[in-house]
Structures are given as structure tokens and as C-alpha cells.
């Protein structure tokens, strides 16, 4: 154990080969390794969850394109005094993708 690690009580079990292939399995679909981390997180809560972070990601990478567009249109409108139908149609559509994404996204959450 340790030093400073807090946990002073151990806590000592044995299981079948096929339990242990049940845990493995678990493991293995979490996305963990450590088996002592995993058997105290499910010992204490009951269960574990694993969020799939690949639509906060791609969120993310809109969000940007779209911070870039209007960083680009305001400065083209501070040189010229113009601001074009197109680019605030090009954001109207960023801005409804985003929108789309983050609605999608608080689906998925609200559905755990």
C-alpha cells in the first residue's frame, strides 16, 4: 500500500474463473485496467458509468469553425464597413448544427 493512500482495511475475496471473466469482461468494457480501482468503484456505487466523449468533440470542433467565421467576418467588416449576406448565412447554418449537436448531446445525457 501507499504511503498517505488512506485506506488502511483490506479487503480479501475469492471468486470462480468464470466470475472472473465476468469482471474481466466488465473491465474491458468500461475501459479500465485496474482491477482494484474497478472492484472498490463497484463495491462502493454499484455501478460505473463510461461516457462516449466523441459528440462533446466534434461539438467542439464546430463551436471553433464558428468562433473562426466570426472572427473573420467581424474583422472583414471593421476594414470594409460591409458585412455580406452570405457570411451571415454561413453562420445561421453553423449556429443550427451547433445547436442541433448540443440538443443531440443533452438527449444522450438525460437518457443515462
Same mark, same amino acid.
Given at each position: 500500500?501507499?504511503?498517505?493512500e488512506?485506506?488502511?482495511?483490506?479487503?480479501?475475496?475469492k471468486?470462480?474463473?468464470?466470475?472472473?471473466?465476468?469482471?474481466?469482461?466488465? &473491465? #474491458?468494457? *468500461?475501459?479500465?485496467?485496474? %482491477?482494484?480501482?474497478?472492484?472498490?468503484?463497484?463495491? +462502493?456505487?454499484?455501478?460505473?458509468? @463510461?461516457?462516449? &466523449? #466523441?459528440? *462533446?468533440?466534434?461539438?467542439? %470542433?464546430?463551436?471553433?469553425s464558428?468562433?473562426?467565421? +466570426?472572427?473573420?467576418?467581424?474583422? @472583414?467588416?471593421?476594414?470594409?464597413?460591409?458585412?455580406?449576406?452570405?457570411?451571415?448565412?454561413?453562420?445561421?447554418?453553423?449556429?443550427?448544427?451547433a445547436?442541433?449537436?448540443?440538443l443531440?448531446?443533452?438527449?444522450?445525457?438525460?437518457?443515462?
Open positions: 500500500m501507499r504511503k498517505n488512506g485506506r488502511t482495511v483490506g479487503l480479501f475475496f471468486v470462480s474463473p468464470e466470475e472472473m471473466g465476468l469482471i474481466e469482461k466488465k &473491465m #474491458e468494457q *468500461v475501459g479500465t485496467g485496474n %482491477k482494484r480501482a474497478y472492484l472498490r468503484k463497484m463495491a +462502493v456505487d454499484g455501478y460505473i458509468v @463510461r461516457l462516449d &466523449m #466523441e459528440s *462533446v468533440k466534434e461539438l467542439c %470542433k464546430l463551436l471553433r464558428i468562433s473562426v467565421n +466570426v472572427n473573420q467576418i467581424a474583422r @472583414r467588416c471593421n476594414e470594409t464597413r460591409n458585412l455580406y449576406a452570405e457570411d451571415v448565412d454561413d453562420l445561421k447554418k453553423g449556429y443550427a448544427e445547436q442541433a449537436g448540443l443531440e448531446l443533452l438527449r444522450k445525457f438525460a437518457s443515462l
